[in-house]
């Protein structure tokens, strides 16, 4: 019987009424294979999978999975490419960023064009996207794994630096909808500003705690982190109505005022002694947005920050954050301000001798441009020396990994990112917010 059952080569005979059997457990055999085996086999049919299957095949179990080349898993879309155009784009808070953008920088005193501030804009965000994280994120501890550009710094809060790369972007009016693409010149890859964007809100959402704040690596809350992150949701939110970005937005700004101290702005951290004048400048400004996109703001909280701000600024040597901070949300500063900030206009004007600023730059500009008329003479002057001084420090060869970006001053926090980040916001300033924004104040 038993040549009658089975052959030298292997393979199985049997004979009579047994044949059906045989047949019905081969093909239950095909059917479960799918099920157990590599799944990327199951979705394509290739040569190797016929001959699996065919009749010559050994019977082996559990059969060998086919030699194929994995399919790659498809990127995960996320809830942002569930586009929202409907919600229509209609706040002019953040107009000259789109459609009057090259009005408002032939106003300001802004130039076009490869050597031009625009230039300079554009070369910026270029670098950012090609050192962005696979996560999405913007982080000092690496650049994407380039090794050809210097200034790391491990201990840089990645919601900070995420937060700075997309304000960057925002700031110039790119959104998470925006489909350009372009070839870049040091990593030939076809990328897009879109992608970039919408995967760096993927991130910040994704790191966003349940109470609507953010914890650094280390556990703790870094509200300067928390205020930029507050300003970056409020900004995707109010420059595409995305409801995307509602919730997160409006929940970040209710954790950013719960934060603030009784004794008026907010510290760097939830438990720190004292205020900070930086992170008081930026949760003011991320409250303006949030004023802008229609949320509650707590006019108590903001009454308490200009008060401490008020005191800082009498002992404070600079502080063109403060500045801007008041102009931005309150109204009644707007006469005084003129007098602080062309005082600093006149001991700050940067010059090509001097170490990069990037933050003392950043809240100058801004507290000067929304200050003063732009004929006014110190801002010309203010403005052609920063632009010259910006322009001509930032690495311009297009075929160097380095292009676009800025080297950090040493032992600066953030390092080259975040002073990359913070150069491409202050030449942003023609068009980021409307120029004289006193009106309507917080107060
Ligand atoms: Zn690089």
């Keep these: ?135 999405g994120s913007w982080t000092g501890r690496e650049f994407n794994g380039c090794l050809g550009c210097a200034g790391l710094d491990p201990d840089a809060d990645p919601v900070e630096t995420t937060a700075l790369g997309l304000l960057a972007f925002l700031g110039a009016g790119y959104t998470h909808v925006a489909r350009e693409t372009y070839v870049d010149a040091v990593s030939g890859k076809t990328v897009s500003w879109g992608e970039t964007i919408r995967n760096a809100l993927r ?53 950013l005022t719960s934060a603030s101290r009784s004794e008026g702005g907010w510290g760097t951290s939830v438990h720190a002694a004292t205020g900070d004048m930086a992170t008081t400048a930026w949760a003011l400004c991320a409250l303006r947005v949030g004023r802008a996109n229609g949320f509650t703001i707590e006019k108590a909280a903001v009454g308490r920050a200009h008060q401490w701000l008020d005191l800082e600024m009498k002992s404070a040597d600079r502080s063109a954050e403060a500045l801007f901070a008041h102009i931005l949300t309150d109204s009644e500063w707007c006469t005084d301000s003129i007098v602080h900030t062309l005082r600093i206009a006149k001991t700050d004007a940067p010059s090509a001798p001097d170490p990069m600023e990037p933050e003392l730059w950043h809240w100058t500009t801004l507290a000067l441009f929304h200050a003063t008329a732009p004929d006014r003479p110190e801002w010309r002057d203010w403005n052609e020396r920063l632009t010259s001084r910006m322009v001509r420090a930032q690495v ?33 300033t023609y068009y980021r917010y409307p120029r004289r924004l006193c009106a309507p104040a917080l107060r």
């Design 1 to 135: 019987m038993r040549g009658c059952w089975g052959r030298r080569d292997g393979s199985w005979v049997l004979p009579g009424t047994l044949l059906a059997v045989q047949t019905a457990a081969f093909l239950w055999v095909c059917l479960q294979y799918p099920l157990r085996g590599n799944p990327a086999a199951c979705s394509v049919s290739t040569a190797s999978e016929v001959r699996l299957n065919s009749r010559r095949a050994p019977m082996i179990w559990p059969p060998p999975p086919p030699e194929l080349t994995p399919i790659p898993t498809p990127p995960d879309p996320g809830p942002l490419d569930d586009e929202l155009e409907a919600g229509s784009w209609d706040n002019s808070f953040f107009q000259d960023r789109f459609g009057g953008r090259r009005n408002a920088v032939a106003r300001g005193g802004g130039t076009q064009g490869p050597g031009g501030t625009e230039g300079a804009v554009c070369a910026g965000l270029r670098w950012l996207t090609r050192h962005q994280a696979d996560d």
């Design 203 to 255: 991130w910040l959402l994704k790191h966003q705690d349940p109470d609507g704040g953010f914890s650094s690596p280390s556990g703790s809350r870094n509200l300067r982190a928390e205020a930029i992150a507050a300003l970056a949701l409020g900004e995707a939110y109010g420059t595409t109505n995305s409801l995307l970005f509602h919730s997160a937005a409006a929940r970040c700004i209710a954790a």
């Design 396 to 428: 311009r060869n297009a075929e160097d990994c380095p292009a676009g970006s800025w080297a950090a001053p040493e032992d600066y926090p953030g390092g080259r990112l975040r002073a990359t980040a913070l150069n491409i916001l202050t030449l942003e």
